[in-house]
């Protein structure tokens, strides 16, 4: 039988190895999958997904996390959301479902140093899915806002959270991980991230559906 001591040693052991999921400006960046043209009539909640998208996109500007974003074969789904703003942010167009294409994996090696991805977009259960499950494989942190993701359908949408919640995906939330990012209310870009963060709450679209 193993005495208390094994136990406790056992237990911080297993502490020390278990990744916590803490996100570092540094050792950040942030994927937003396939936000285009055509799911606005489709995807639930898409006026959400626009608006959590647009702060967190802003905010990763503010602390100098880099940003990627794809187009699932834009000639037929359309470009990305107009009301996001991709100025300064890689651009990939694609056809597999997972994100991790050539050009996603090149940006990834040229940012070695990255161990944790916030990935937000659409669809839950497809593209995003995939792209998280890619990851984790890769040995990244992966973590995912609940109120940047979406599906055409809420139940798929759920289905696909709670998949990749057990499979050790972060859930969270935009505002929460970029809080997380900037740590100290003394941070040089608090003001800033403050005006974002009040911007975000106050022009929030209504009615606010089930999420």
């Known amino acids: 039988d ?3 001591t094994d136990i406790r040693g ?34 639930f909640n898409f006026p959400h997904i626009v608006h959590s998208a647009r702060l967190l996109i802003s905010g990763a500007k503010e602390l100098a996390v880099p940003v990627l974003a794809t187009e699932q074969y834009p000639r037929a789904f359309g470009k990305t959301a107009g009301e996001i703003d991709l100025t300064g942010v890689q651009v990939c167009e694609k ?24 990935l937000f977009g659409l669809e839950a259960h497809v593209c995003v899915q995939q792209t998280a499950l890619d990851l984790l494989e890769r040995g990244y942190d992966v973590h995912l806002p609940l109120d940047g993701v979406g599906s055409q359908r809420p139940f798929d949408r759920s289905a696909a959270v709670k998949r990749l919640r057990d499979a050790g995906v ?7 991980i970029l809080f997380e ?10 003001r800033a991230m403050n005006a974002l963060f009040k911007d975000f709450n106050s022009s929030r679209p209504d009615p606010i559906a089930k999420m």
């Open 2 to 4: 193993l005495s208390p």
């Open 10 to 43: 056992a237990a911080l052991l297993a502490m020390m190895t278990r990744s916590l999921g803490r996100l570092i400006p540094t050792r950040t960046v942030f994927f937003l999958c396939d936000v285009q043209e055509r799911f606005r009539d489709l995807a």
């Open 95 to 118: 056809s597999k479902f997972s994100m991790l294409v050539p050009d996603v994996e090149s940006f990834l090696a040229t940012h070695e140093k990255v161990e944790s991805v916030v």
């Open 170 to 176: 972060f859930v969270s939330s935009a505002e929460s």
């Open 181 to 190: 990012l900037l740590r100290d209310a003394k941070h040089e870009k608090f």
